[in-house]
C-alpha cells in the first residue's frame, strides 16, 4: 500500500510513499531492542556527540527542510526555519545536561549506601502528528535516545516525506543503526506495536480521541503512555491590560503555526471595560497578516494542513455565528486550490458555542467578553482543557499570582505568548493530557526510576 503527499496550498500531489507493512513490525520492534541493549551501555559522551552531530545537520540543510514542511503541511518557510533552528537547539540541550538530569542521586538512611538511579526501559514508542513534523519528533525522541532507550516513529500520513527525512537525519548523524526507526504506518497498526512485549511505552501527541485510544491500549498491557493533546488556550486581558501589548501578544500567539497549534493563543477573555479598544487593535493586526504561499518568506499565515480540516474548522466558525457569535473579521471561504483559510475574529462568544467549547485548529481567534478579573479567571478555567494560559496585565505580580495558583493548566505565562523551551516542562492538565516532555522532568518519562541499597 501507499500514501500520497500531498501540497496543501495547491491540492496537488507532491510524491508517493510505500507503507510500512504490518508484517515487518515484530522484526523492527526487535532490531530496535536489540540496538537499546548496546547502545544502553554508551557512555553520555557518545550519546552526545550523536546529538552534536544531528545538529550540525539539521542547521546545514535547514533550509531544505523547511521547504519539506512548507510543501507537505503548509508551514511558512520562516516559520519553518525557526523549527529546525529549535530541534538543534534541543539536540545541543541534551547533549549537555542529560548526564546531569541522570545522574544516581544519594539518599541518607540507615542502610551503608542507598541511592536513586535512572535506567533506561527500552523500546519506546512515539506516535506524532503533522503540526510541528519535526520539533515534536525531536521533542520526543532526543530525551529518550540521550536517556538510552530506543525509539520506533509512527509519524502522520500527510508529512510522509518529513518522516523520512528525520530517519536521514540521525543515520547521517552516525546514531546506532535500528536504534531509531520513524515508519509510514496506517493508524490501527499502533495498536499492534504497543502490544508487542518488547514496547516498553508510548508517547503520542495528537487529538483527544487518539489520546483514549492509545492509553487504552497501553494501559491494557500495563505500558507508561505519555500524552500531549489539545488545548484552547485563554489569554486574560484584564483591565488594566497595556491594549497594544495585549493586542500584539494575542496576534502572535493565535497566528503562530497559521494557528495550526496546540499551545496557540485560542480564547481572548476580555474584561468589557477595555473589549472595544482590544477588538479595535486586534482586528487590524490580525487583518494585516499577510495569508498566502508558504514557500514565500514574508508569507505569515499558510493553509490549512489539509482540505478537510479547513472544511471542520469553517464550519465551527459557522455554528458558532448561528448560535449568536459575530464576525468582526474574515470567516468566509476563498476561491481558488488549496486549503488557505483567512484570518478571522469572532466575538460575543460564550460558553455552548464550539469556538468556546472546541479547539479551532486554525487562524480563528474567539473574543469572550467578560464583566470583571473574577469572571475572567472562571471563563478560563470553564473547559475541558488545561494546556497553557497567559495573563495580559501591567501588575505583574498579580498577574504572576493568577498564572500560578488560579489558572488549570500545565503552562501559564504573564504578558508573553506560550511556548515551547527545552528547559522548562511542556504538558497540560485534564483534557489535554498528562506527563510531560522536554526539561529534566520530560527525560525521567521514560526511565526506570531504581532504589539500590548496600545494607
Keep these: 500500500m501507499t500514501i500520497e503527499s500531498v501540497n496543501p496550498a495547491t491540492g496537488r500531489a507532491i510524491a508517493s510513499y510505500e507503507l510500512t507493512p504490518a508484517s515487518a513490525l515484530p522484526g523492527i520492534v526487535e532490531r530496535a531492542h536489540a540496538a537499546f541493549l548496546g547502545w544502553r551501555r554508551a557512555a553520555f559522551a557518545d550519546r552526545a556527540a550523536a546529538m ?176 500531549e493533546l489539545g488545548g484552547s488556550d485563554p489569554y486574560l486581558v484584564l483591565a488594566d491590560a497595556d491594549i497594544e501589548l495585549a493586542a500584539r501578544v494575542c496576534t502572535e500567539g493565535r497566528l503562530s503555526n497559521s494557528g495550526q497549534s496546540c499551545i496557540a493563543a485560542k480564547r481572548m477573555i476580555v474584561v468589557e471595560e477595555v473589549r472595544a479598544a482590544f477588538e479595535a487593535r486586534f482586528v487590524a493586526l490580525m487583518a494585516a497578516a499577510r495569508v498566502g504561499d508558504p514557500l514565500l518568506d514574508a508569507t505569515d499565515v499558510g493553509p490549512i494542513a489539509r482540505r478537510d480540516l479547513r472544511d471542520a474548522l469553517h464550519a465551527q466558525v459557522q455554528a458558532s455565528v448561528a448560535a449568536g457569535a459575530r464576525l468582526l473579521l474574515g470567516g468566509v471561504l476563498p476561491e481558488g486550490a488549496g486549503a488557505f483559510y483567512p484570518s478571522t475574529v469572532l466575538t460575543d462568544v460564550r460558553r455552548g458555542m464550539p469556538a468556546f467549547d472546541e479547539e479551532l485548529f486554525g487562524p480563528v481567534a474567539a473574543i469572550v467578553p467578560v464583566a470583571d478579573e473574577r469572571a475572567a479567571i472562571a471563563a478560563a478555567n470553564d473547559s475541558a482543557y488545561g494546556l497553557g494560559a497567559c495573563v495580559l496585565t501591567r501588575d505583574v505580580q498579580r498577574g504572576e499570582r493568577i498564572a500560578a495558583d488560579l489558572l488549570d493548566c500545565g503552562m501559564a505565562w504573564v504578558n508573553g505568548c506560550v511556548r515551547e523551551d527545552p528547559r522548562l516542562p511542556f504538558g497540560g492538565v485534564k483534557d489535554s493530557g498528562y506527563g510531560r516532555e522536554q526539561s529534566t522532568w520530560g527525560i525521567r518519562e521514560f526511565v526506570d526510576v531504581k532504589t539500590v541499597v548496600v545494607a
Design 52 to 227: 552534536e552531530r544531528a545538529a550540525g545537520i539539521l542547521l546545514r540543510n535547514q533550509r531544505e527542510y523547511a521547504q519539506l514542511m512548507a510543501e507537505e503541511m503548509g508551514k511558512p518557510v520562516r516559520n519553518g526555519l525557526e523549527e529546525v533552528r529549535a530541534c538543534a537547539t534541543l539536540c545541543r540541550h541534551y547533549a549537555e545536561h542529560a548526564a546531569a538530569m541522570l545522574a544516581d542521586q544519594p539518599v541518607a538512611t540507615e542502610w551503608s549506601r542507598s541511592r536513586v538511579v535512572y535506567r533506561p526501559l527500552g523500546v519506546v514508542l512515539g506516535v506524532q502528528p503533522w503540526n510541528w513534523p519535526f520539533h515534536q519528533v525531536f521533542r520526543m525522541v532526543v530525551p529518550a535516545l540521550m536517556a538510552g532507550n530506543a525509539v520506533v516513529v509512527k509519524h502522520a500520513s500527510n508529512v510522509p516525506g518529513c518522516a523520512l527525512a528525520i530517519e536521514d537525519v540521525f543515520v547521517r548523524a552516525e546514531l546506532p543503526r535500528d536504534l531509531l526507526r520513524v515508519l509510514l504506518l496506517a493508524s490501527q497498526d499502533v495498536e499492534a506495536l504497543i502490544s508487542h512485549p518488547l514496547v516498553r511505552g508510548v508517547s503520542l501527541t495528537g487529538s483527544g480521541p487518539a489520546g483514549a485510544a492509545v492509553a487504552r491500549a497501553a494501559g491494557g498491557k500495563l505500558k507508561k503512555s505519555v500524552l
